[in-house]
């Protein structure tokens, strides 16, 4: 995979996009198993820490199973709401958010939000030229 390089940062205030990659054995399986399930802008934990599917080079390594399909207007609409609900998170401290609209009971930081709407914005950007 292209030049792995991931940040990591404290789990206590913030839950991973893609889940708990501690059982994977090494850190690099780890990485290579949640990117190739999220590709880049997702986040997965590993041994208690957050880290970012980001590759070094930029690159999306997703396996075709996993390659987002879903059109230009959801990631255009998705890229706005997770905009405004980082932008309210923000200037409420967190206690305003639009998190219950996913219906799944989880919460997430304003940087998640930030980094979902990069994620969307640059699946927009992708989808747009072709």
């Not at 599917?53 to 255009?76: F, I, M, V």
């Not at 609209?101 to 640059?122: A, N, P």
Request: proline share 2%; net charge positive.
């Amino acid at each position: 995979m292209g030049d792995e390089q991931s940040t990591t940062s404290n789990t206590s205030s913030q839950t991973s996009s893609l889940g708990d990659f501690s059982g994977k054995g090494s850190f690099g399986k780890a990485f290579s198993e949640a990117h190739s399930r999220g590709g880049s802008g997702h986040t997965f934990t590993y041994s208690g820490k957050l880290y970012n599917t980001n590759c070094a080079d930029g690159g999306d390594y997703r396996k075709p199973e996993h390659q987002d399909n879903r059109p230009l207007s959801y990631h255009e609409r998705h890229a706005t709401g997770h905009q405004i609900n980082a932008a309210l998170k923000d200037s409420t401290g967190g206690v305003a958010n639009l998190d219950w609209i996913t219906r799944t009971g989880k919460t997430w930081s304003s940087d998640t939000d930030r980094r979902r709407q990069e994620y969307h914005q640059r699946e927009h950007n992708k989808k747009s030229q072709k």
